[in-house]
Nanobody, 128 residues
Framework: QVQLVESGGGLVQAGGSLRLSCAAS????????MGWFRQAPGKEREFVAA????????YYADSVKGRFTISRDNAKNTMYLRMNSLKPEDTAVYYC?????????????????????WGQGTQVTVSS
């Protein structure tokens, strides 16, 4: 089966930056879509960003557009999320997810139900 492991979370002050990584291991396929989701205490899990297999199409939630950048290195089966200008509202557990499809529609890329594989999550805390 596919295993996903997130790393790079931590505590930062507002305005700071972090880079999250998600490494895929086990029996993986060469063509897949990857995405980031987050969940704050007492709230529903929400979409953050996604990227197709070739990396030429990216999708972002309005709340992070212009501040976060998603990328991937297929040779390493790794996805990254560069987070700049962090706000206290960004505090949450961040999860990476994987779907076996090269080019999803925008709606599919943003839907948690479209991703069968998930990591355990990494905590991001932004102080005021």
């Amino acid at each position: 089966q596919v295993q996903l492991v997130e790393s790079g979370g931590g505590l930062v002050q507002a305005g700071g930056s972090l880079r999250l990584s998600c490494a895929a291991s086990g029996r993986t396929f060469s063509i897949y879509t990857m995405g980031w989701f987050r969940q704050a205490p007492g709230k529903e899990r929400e979409f953050v960003a996604a990227i197709n297999w070739r990396g030429d199409k990216t999708y972002y939630a309005d709340s992070v557009k212009g501040r976060f950048t998603i990328s991937r290195d297929n040779a390493k089966n790794t996805m990254y999320l560069r987070m700049n200008s962090l706000k206290p509202e960004d505090t949450a557990v961040y999860y990476c997810a994987l779907r076996l499809l090269a080019d999803p529609t925008a709606a599919q890329a943003k839907s948690a139900h479209e991703y069968p594989y998930w990591g355990q999550g990494t905590q991001v805390t932004v102080s005021s």
